[in-house]
């Protein structure tokens, strides 16, 4: 889909003019197909769940804090949005089939900029099987974008970080490491290579992943989204056991083992550390084979609650590493 | 509930002392009550609908745009935040069960600020009998708010705007105004009467007034959030009708009459404009009784479709204003 170019801004499209733009990517029929009652447009969305239970989540991405507009086009960062919100009703065990989109812009953006976010976000929904459900639009001084996403599942049947036990084998669906490696890159000025770079600026995500690990009969499950140690760390909290991931099993892709020599890294602290990647981790039952698309990377450990340990160490001692990102922090 | 005062920003207290501050929020005992199965702390929740759909619904606030910290306390945009968004899923006939809420705040902010706009946030969610199910905190250059609001209702009875019938009788429930003229006093310095400026501060919603006309046979309905002219306009445009507001049926508090003369305006400008109220506005059809709190404020006409008139004059001809607020216009 093409936007026709124009120099106009959101001051001359308006509010409504906006509005129409997104209303214009619902597909009524996608939207009739989904038990969707009273679709975007009115006070709110209204829809039979699919499941017996609604699984919902939002995420908040920041301009200059979560994307750089002079890093990733309009397109890319309306595509990680709806990615990265959508990965968690996944980690529940879950597929998302809706989303609630609300942007904050100045007035100063540019309508061409705002039409091709739109464009991203619908066409990253489209490849999860999700549609807009409804969505605000609002003058903010910076580009901030919310997104609920919404999945359905049957009673007892989600997924949560608590249930891991020891012996329990960890398996990851999806690469790690790879958005940190591509932020690097354009932190540092470049542009390449590209697989790293568009790993950072669209996750490329396994929606159904998280729906075959439940099936599969995952005991815990979360999706990177703020690094493997952290994340995993909170699968061991949650639960009250320990995690041991054995570097020996992870993916290690050329391009990141070459982009890490330019840098004079070590690949593997991308991949224990770095977010955005959002792969979906889960635990098994020892005696369980994994589900298609997971690789073991660990085990569950039954020593040291809520201890993370990497080749049989605690990571804090080999790894002089933050395990993932925190806000607020300086 | 009170906050011990400090001089801690969000970098010192980070995102995971921001996160435990929401969370010890969430009343335990309330979740289980409300059919939630994985409430807030993993990657999405998961609950029961308590009825065959969910209604949703999703606003952002943004500092500057729709609130400023030097006119409200936290504790009140925290309330405001919540009962707005609250609102949306009341006009569709349903009663809120649960939010979602996105902060995104610049590290510099006052851990105290932070912690007192979710004192206000949940204090509303309260009021309305919703929990908070989840959210996101992220680092920003601004303060946005974004609000998910979760309702249920039973399949086919959601009433949208699409619904009017020539000949319905046009019903309010709560005050029209009152917000745009204490938005008014603040923006020319002043502070009181305060009976209007906490009207634009905390709005005072009846959040079972929605499922009262659902109930009472309404035919269309909306939230005030635009403006009175605006918002009714959205129902005749939905509904393909004309609508007739009678003046001399409009409740005019004194308060209203006096500042609009202190300013010399004409205090029907304030409630035909006005937005931020979300006073919920329904049609009944004509030998309906109207539902407690609702007052008859007009009629819907069959004459010209997407009409709004007042006292039988379209408003444009009489009223030198725009119908409402709109984002982005100069």
Redesign the interface.
């Known amino acids: 889909m093409s936007l026709e170019p124009s120099s106009n801004t ?2 001359d ?4 003019g ?1 509005v129409a733009k997104i209303l214009a990517h619902i597909s009524e029929s996608t939207v009739s197909a989904m038990g969707v ?2 679709a975007a447009g ?8 699919g499941g ?15 994307f750089r507009t002079d890093w990733s086009t309009a397109v890319e960062i309306g595509r990680r949005c709806a990615a990265g919100s959508m990965a ?2 996944c ?2 065990g ?1 597929t998302p089939i ?1 989303l ?5 812009m100045p ?1 100063t953006t540019a309508s061409d900029w705002a039409g091709e976010f739109i464009v991203g976000f619908t066409q990253e929904a489209e490849v999860a099987g999700a549609v807009l ?10 580009i ?1 974008i ?1 997104v ?4 359905t ?1 049957a ?2 049947t ?1 997924v ?3 249930g891991a036990r020891a012996g329990d084998i960890v398996g990851i669906c999806g690469s790690s490491g790879m958005a940190a490696a591509g932020l690097r890159i354009l932190q540092s000025g470049l542009r390449s290579p590209r697989v790293l770079v568009d790993a950072f600026r669209v996750p490329r995500i396994d929606y159904s992943a998280g729906a075959r690990a439940a099936k599969g009969g995952a005991t815990a ?3 990177i989204s703020d690094g493997l140690l952290a994340d995993v760390e909170h699968i061991a909290r ?1 639960s009250h056991v320990g995690v041991d991931l054995s570097t020996e099993k992870f993916d290690l892709p050329q391009e990141l083992i070459s982009a890490a020599a330019a840098f004079g890294l070590d690949p593997l602290s991308w991949i224990l550390t770095g977010g955005d990647d959002h792969a979906i981790v889960a635990t098994f039952p020892p005696k369980k084979r994994l589900p298609t698309g997971f690789t073991e990377i660990g085990r569950i450990t039954g020593d040291k609650a809520a201890e993370v340990l990497v080749d049989g160490v605690p990571y804090r001692e080999r790894w002089n590493v933050a395990p993932g990102f ?5």
């Open positions: 959101l001051a499209l308006g509010e409504s906006l009652e009273v009115d006070d709110a969305a209204v829809l039979h769940p017996s239970c609604v699984v919902l989540s939002v995420d908040m991405y920041a301009e200059g804090k979560h968690d009703v980690a529940m879950s809706g609630l989109l609300a942007v904050g007035s459900l409804g969505g605000d639009v609002s003058d903010c001084d910076t901030v919310s609920t996403a919404l999945g599942i009673s007892g989600a949560t970080r608590n499950m979360i999706d949650g925190r806000h607020f922090s300086q």
